[in-house]
Nanobody, 115 residues
Framework: QVQLVESGGGLVQPGGSLRLSCVAS????????VSWYRQAPGKERELVAA????????RYAASVKGRFTISRDNAKNTGYLQMNSLTPEDTAVYYC????????WGQGTQVTVSS
């Protein structure tokens, strides 16, 4: 069964950091691209960051560039999103997505940035 499971979300103060993880199972993780999306209340889901198969190429939304870093460890079947200098505008549910099966989503993890 193809599955993606995110973790690492939580409540953090402005300026703080979090690292999200996305553990994949049921498929060969290293042969598919990985991306992170987020959806804030009342807003559409948006792409945050994406990374190619071997991690050689990354891209970011303008709003997170320079603060977030996407990476992957194919040996651990895991993708990561390191988030630094968080602001309240980063509050959202964060989803991991793989291109396997035409596009597979995780269940999401809540990130709340508040003092």
């Amino acid at each position: 069964q193809v599955q993606l499971v995110e973790s690492g979300g939580g409540l953090v103060q402005p300026g703080g950091s979090l690292r999200l993880s996305c553990v994949a199972s049921g498929f060969t993780f290293s042969t598919y691209a990985v991306s992170w999306y987020r959806q804030a209340p009342g807003k559409e889901r948006e792409l945050v960051a994406a990374i190619t198969l071997a991690g050689g190429t990354t891209r970011y939304a303008a709003s997170v560039k320079g603060r977030f870093t996407i990476s992957r460890d194919n040996a651990k079947n895991t993708g990561y999103l390191q988030m630094n200098s968080l602001t309240p505008e980063d509050t959202a549910v964060y989803y991991c997505r793989s291109t396997v099966g035409g596009g597979t989503w995780g269940q999401g993890t809540q990130v709340t940035v508040s003092s």
